[in-house]
């Protein structure tokens, strides 16, 4: 018989989220008899997303209770686990984290987890999550909240330094590391298992091998990768070759955290497609309509696993499995020993009833934890800033940044971005 449990997804009005969580809960786990209780502000977005939800439960044959609600903490008793989708006045608010760095001569790859805009993203998102925090202990003191929202890092090192909460972030980087490397080896991804650790957005592949041989692929990585067409990724293969091990988990991530990381848009500062992605967001939801309003069929990838680990994170918890995690967010720890402790790393875990435990890879190589050592040491101090709401820190958090090359435009951005966002920023602790 099925353990009955109760999953709050807060954001739910998310489509791209929402829908992979449905896929994976209703296709591939065993979590009949569930409630799952969608919180949004957007009241038309919860609609539509719950409906969604039971429609493809409806196609699965799985029995389970969908809620909606615009009231969290009334989502929150008896909650087993929280996941969190939000980001507030995402696209607008982004929009400014890169472009106002930009006019003002600082070049950033996404504006996101990095840079002027990785901090400001910091400062307003975590007074958000810390108002989640404290009504999960008061309310729901022992469920697991799932982070699946950036910036990943920041979030789950600010709650395992400052909160009770057990805090996991999820993110399939790895998947898409994983893919690179397939297509250099001209293999399916599938046939491949890679072991990371690391930063979000920047773990590094500490073993590649034959999933059925469980031989090393490192030496026909080197040797294909040499000759592979040199438009691939080329910042992500410029620190394979200087540094000896594969980065995860893309040039435009990974250029975040690097003052050499523009590069990897031919040095023309081109950016985020902001207008392409608000187009995409804008067909995707008409597709969405179009199969609520029965005029078109629910497409076959809808009843198909998604390959993320949310709802196989939730399923280990729920039945006591001990099942393998390829990669998540928490606390470090020592669990990367040549990293700060008070920091939040991505490695392998496994979870069961007693919760997620990390899999340690030990240390990394040296000239790889000097170079993330640079990005802990912003990550730590942007924090600071966003938990106590202070300018002060927020400059030094930028001074230290390599991503920015100006005392002058660092203050320059400092004020216009907190301007911006000063609705948002306030002391967490």
């Known amino acids: 018989m099925p353990k009955s449990i109760k999953i709050v997804f807060i954001g739910a009005g998310s489509m791209s ?61 008896g909650a087993d686990f929280v996941l969190n989708a939000t980001a507030i006045d995402r696209m607008r608010l982004w929009r400014h984290d890169y472009e106002v760095p930009k006019r003002h001569g600082i070049r950033q ?23 989640f925090a404290r009504d999960i202990e008061d309310l729901c003191p022992d469920a697991l909240f799932i982070n699946l929202s950036n910036p990943e890092s920041r979030i789950v090192m600010a709650l395992g330094k400052y909160s009770k909460v057990r805090v996991l972030g999820l993110c399939e980087g790895i ?40 031989a090393d692929l490192y030496p026909v990585l080197r040797e294909k990768e040499a000759t592979h067409d040199p438009a691939f990724i080329p910042l992500d293969r410029t620190l394979f070759r200087a540094f000896g091990l594969w980065p995860t988990c893309g040039d435009g991530h990974t250029g975040e955290f690097l003052p050499y990381g523009w590069e990897a848009d031919g040095g023309d500062d081109t950016g985020y497609d902001f207008d392409g992605d608000l187009r995409t967001r804008a067909e995707f ?54 990293l700060p402790a008070d920091l939040a790393v991505e490695v392998p875990i496994v979870a069961d009833a007693a919760g997620i435990h ?16 640079v990005q802990a040491g912003v990550q730590q101090l942007a924090v600071e800033a966003a938990v106590r709401g202070s300018k002060e820190l927020a400059l030094e ?33």
């Open 17 to 77: 989220f929402g829908l992979t969580l449905f896929r994976d809960l209703f296709f591939s786990e065993d979590l009949a008899g569930a409630t799952i209780v969608l919180v949004d502000t957007d009241a038309a977005a919860l609609d539509r997303m719950a409906a969604i939800g039971r429609l493809l439960a409806d196609k699965a044959r799985v029995a389970v209770t969908i809620e909606t609600t615009t009231d969290r903490r009334a989502a929150l008793p």
């Open 109 to 131: 790859t996404l504006g996101e987890n990095g840079g002027p805009g990785g901090l400001f993203f910091t400062l307003r998102t975590l007074p958000m999550v810390f108002d």
């Open 175 to 214: 998947f898409g590391a994983r893919s690179q490397v397939a297509q250099i080896l001209a293999r399916p991804a599938e046939t491949i298992d890679v072991w990371g650790a690391g930063l979000n957005h920047f773990q590094w592949l500490m073993a590649i091998r034959d999933r059925e041989t469980g």
């Open 285 to 338: 939801r008409a597709s969405v309509d179009a199969v609520l309003a029965g005029t078109a069929a629910v497409p076959d990838w809808w009843t198909m696993p998604s390959g993320e680990r949310g709802a196989a994170v939730i399923a280990a918890v729920t039945h006591n499995e001990k099942r393998f995690i390829e990669s998540g967010v928490v606390y470090n720890r020592g669990v990367i020993p040549n």
């Open 358 to 373: 990390p899999v340690s890879l030990g240390p990394l190589p040296d000239p790889i934890a000097k170079l993330l050592a």
């Open 397 to 429: 958090a930028l001074l230290i940044d390599p991503v920015v090359a100006s005392t002058t435009a660092a203050r320059v951005v400092l004020d216009e971005l907190w301007e911006i966002n000063k609705p948002y920023i306030r002391p967490c602790l």
